[in-house]
């Protein structure tokens, strides 16, 4: 496997570790600027070693809680704690923290090497431990040829790394990233997560990530919080937040979903049975949450996990239930694509069930073939399995 695609190691994760203490502990803190409250009493731990992201739509609170950590921002109640140390009072050049900033404020009439040893020559560092921790930090992000170049010589990716570089210089215990991706273009930005990646790796820094791209932060992260109206609102893996959100909200954010709303119809032992109106069909729903008969909820189904296919002979539709699928079958409903979309790898399908609701379905393009099986206002089944779908109360 390539070395820009390694997958992050799994057993990197002290936040299952009950005894280990986190390295920074947001607690219960508000920020209110007149009367908007833009960081809402949040709590949240983050552990040594972690590259974590705060993500959520312009506006959640995370770039205000980001400058908290900072300190260029101060609390209106509770507290941070970095590596146990209160840091209520300490001002932003006494914390074992650096920020790289979306703009990445370069000099522009200093080098490479200049910008990036600006930070060491304000601290004192003398020339010979100067010059040799520069050198180090321009060849840890592959800047060395480059190093007496201007800024406006180098292209985006590289005048990120010049900030990246500059940043880490410093050795700080914690690295603040605001958008750090946000001016690049959609290939550079892909190469240079996988660079971030492995240079947090190779250093364990802590990083904490601001980001509104919901990729960006399921590719870099340890572990991500979902951000809404300055709270909290689901911490976890990339894996846990996508398969499992807690919330409408955090599934709606997430990628793309289908929501259906039902009502419980019954609680059995494998399972949830919901009828579901808007599609006129019954839906199982395996390893549900605490549910009663006659509840309203919202069944989740990403689009990836529903399979498509021609309507065959003999599906036709259940008397009095224009979309089910003749014989009573759950999980499977009568359609007519009003949709289709091409992105190369995959094609995206928005199906009618009636009524105009539209459920959306991923399907890969295995196969080379300029013909599709299914196409524009084709009659179509779609299927998913019981364990597709999950349950939602929130």
């Avoid at 007496?148 to 700080?172: D, I």
Wanted: charged share 25%; net charge neutral; hydrophobic share 40%.
């Amino acid at each position: 496997m390539p070395e820009t695609l390694r997958a992050r190691p799994e057993k990197h994760q002290p936040w299952l570790d009950a005894s280990l203490r986190p390295y920074i502990h947001i607690d219960a803190v508000t920020k209110q600027f007149g009367e908007f409250r833009a960081v809402d009493r949040t709590t949240l731990e983050i552990h040594r070693g972690e590259l974590f992201c705060l993500l959520g739509a312009s506006g959640c609170g995370k770039t205000t809680l980001l400058r908290m950590l900072a300190g260029f921002e101060h609390p209106t109640s509770g507290r941070i704690l970095i590596d146990g140390q209160d840091m209520t009072g300490v001002p932003a050049y006494d914390r074992p923290v650096n920020m790289m900033f979306q703009n990445y404020a370069l000099f522009p009439h200093m080098s490479v090497e200049q910008n990036v040893a600006y930070g060491l020559k304000q601290d004192g560092v003398r020339k010979p431990e100067l010059k040799q921790r520069v050198g180090e930090a321009l060849e840890m992000v592959q800047l060395g040829p480059w190093a007496k170049r201007k800024p406006h010589q180098l292209s985006g990716g590289q005048r990120q790394r010049v900030a990246l570089a500059r940043s880490l210089v410093k050795r700080p215990k914690v690295l603040l990233l605001d958008e750090p991706l946000a001016a690049l273009d959609k290939k550079l930005r892909e190469r240079t997560q996988f660079e971030l990646m492995n240079i947090q790796e190779e250093l364990g820094v802590t990083f904490v990530v601001v980001t509104h791209d919901q990729e960006e932060a399921m590719t870099l992260s340890t572990r991500m919080a979902v951000m809404e109206r300055g709270q909290v609102v689901q911490v976890g893996t990339p894996s846990e937040i996508y398969e499992f959100p807690a919330t409408r909200f955090t599934a709606d954010f997430i990628g793309s979903i289908n929501l259906i709303e039902g009502r419980v119809k019954r609680v059995e032992a494998a399972g949830v049975l919901v009828a579901a109106p808007q599609l006129g069909c019954d839906l199982e729903v395996t390893g549900a949450t605490q549910v009663r008969e006659g509840q309203s909820v919202c069944v989740a189904i990403r689009p990836e996990k529903i399979a498509v296919a021609p309507n065959a002979e003999g599906a036709g539709p259940e008397e009095g239930a224009p979309n089910a699928v003749r014989g009573g079958a759950r999980n499977s409903v009568r359609g007519t694509v009003r949709d289709v979309a091409y992105l190369g790898d995959s094609s995206v399908f928005r199906v009618d069930v009636g009524e105009g609701f539209l459920i959306e379905v991923t399907q890969p393009n295995l196969l080379r073939s300029l013909e599709r099986k299914v196409d524009w206002d084709d009659a179509v089944v779609l299927t998913w399995r019981a364990d597709a779908g999950l349950i939602l109360t929130e």
